[in-house]
């Protein structure tokens, strides 16, 4: 079965590493060749060094300040000659980047079944996140097979009209990429984080990035922070900001000699991963942060108006509080001063899965290939 799989982006990397791992294990069934874009550049090059992944292809498409629709168009461009020189069986993308919407039309355009990692996570808001709500859409509109990390994705799915025997329930590969991952004996790299101790200081990690939070509201989330670090002398924040400029600027105009607070560039995932691992709390607007903390027991506070990932709201897990300052600063201060209330969210059950996706999703790729008309082949 030739499968092709197509992503461009840290996360993505992160979470089809597992899969491509898998299906490269089993070459008397699979044969892989892994395309990515580029979208990310630095971010993405560490996934494929930690991973040990070596792209066939690289469009390299990054380029600074670019839209969303050069992005789209340049990975419709790249691809179409690849795939069809190739002629994959099916091209596998995973969530919601423009890359992965991108690459399921030019697979499209040729024909080719789309695989859908990750599928049926939904805000039911077109634009918030934006662009990442339409582009699960688009890419479930297109997708042949759909693998679903939870109950409720699948759900979703059904809601929609796709049919049951295409809808495949998984779990979640972050979980596979994270438990492989995290050691009890890692030590960082990392000049500052080395010299932390988490014993005496309660560290929180605080990540922030999406568009829709984008000028006031992320100059909100960070007078909360500001408000937090001058209320609990034990409390430090650690800030990864993200490589695009506004982020910066905003960030680095927000924490000018604020006490510890300290700003870093984006950890190589095995250091981040480990990071929080040893975090006290995550205040966050990444959709990846509120599936990975949960499998350490780190409770999250969601600095967004909706989620696609529900799940963890409804187990405890995760919580969402928007940009408003008090509401942030109020909520943290609860997991700051009420050990039950820590606890209740630290403690509460996974809902992302057990570390056996890819697994799972290779077993399901085939068992369906007669869907794809490939011929059944005897290996002895």
């Known amino acids: ?41 630095e971010m993405l090059d560490q996934v494929l060094d930690f991973f040990a992944i070596r792209p066939d292809y690289d469009l390299d498409i990054m380029r600074h300040g670019q839209t969303l629709t050069e992005i789209t168009s340049r990975v419709l461009a790249g691809l179409e000659k690849i795939i ?7 091209v596998l993308v995973h969530g919601d980047t423009t890359t992965t919407f991108a690459a399921s039309l030019a697979a499209f355009y040729q024909q080719v079944a789309v695989g859908h990692v990750e599928a049926g996570l939904r805000s039911h808001n077109s634009y918030n996140p934006f662009p990442e709500e339409m582009n699960r859409r688009l890419t479930g509109a297109l997708a042949t097979f759909h693998f679903a990390p939870t109950d409720t994705a699948a759900a ?9 025997s295409r809808v495949f329930l998984t779990g979640n590969t972050v979980i596979d990429a994270l438990l492989g ?35 006031a509201p992320m ?3 960070f007078t ?50 480990n990071l929080m691992a040893r975090v006290y709390c995550l205040l966050t607007d990444s959709g990846g942060l509120q ?3 949960p499998s350490l027991g780190k409770p ?39 050990r039950e209330a820590y606890m209740n969210m630290a403690e509460a059950p996974n809902p992302y899965g057990d570390g056996k996706a890819a697994q799972r999703v290779a077993k399901i790729l085939w068992e369906q290939r007669t869907l794809l008309q490939i011929p059944t082949m005897s290996h002895g």
């Not at 069809?84 to 099916?90: F, L, W």
């Not at 979703?156 to 049951?164: C, D, S, Y």
């Not at 932390?196 to 939070?213: A, C, G, M, P, Q």
């Not at 909360?224 to 400029?245: E, G, I, K, M, T």
Request: aromatic content about 6%; glycine content about 4%.
């Open 84 to 90: 069809a020189s190739e002629n994959p069986d099916i």
């Open 156 to 164: 979703h799915l059904a809601r929609e009209g796709v049919p049951n």
């Open 300 to 338: 999250v506070l969601v600095l967004r108006d909706t989620t696609e990932r529900l799940e963890g709201v409804r187990a405890g897990t995760a919580l969402l509080v928007g940009t408003d300052t008090e509401r942030i600063t109020e909520e943290a201060t609860k997991l700051l001063t009420d």
């Open 1 to 41: 079965m030739k499968v092709m799989t197509v992503f461009g982006t840290r996360p993505e990397a992160i979470k089809m590493a597992p899969v491509v791992r898998v299906l490269q294990s089993e070459p008397a069934r699979f044969t892989v060749k892994v395309v990515v874009t580029g979208q990310h550049r």
């Open 219 to 221: 100059e909100r989330i």
């Open 224 to 273: 909360a922070v500001r408000q937090l670090v001058a209320s609990f002398p034990d409390v430090r924040v650690v800030f990864p900001v993200h490589r695009n400029p506004r982020i910066r600027e905003v960030a680095a105009d927000a924490f000018d000699h604020v006490p510890r607070v300290n700003l870093i560039e984006p950890p190589a995932y095995e250091e981040f991963v």
């Open 291 to 293: 599936e990975e903390a």
């Open 181 to 215: 991952t995290v050691k009890n004996d890692y030590t960082f790299r990392d000049p500052l984080l080395r010299s932390l101790d988490f014993s005496k200081e309660r560290v929180i990690l605080l990540t922030t990035h999406r568009r829709e939070n984008w000028g």
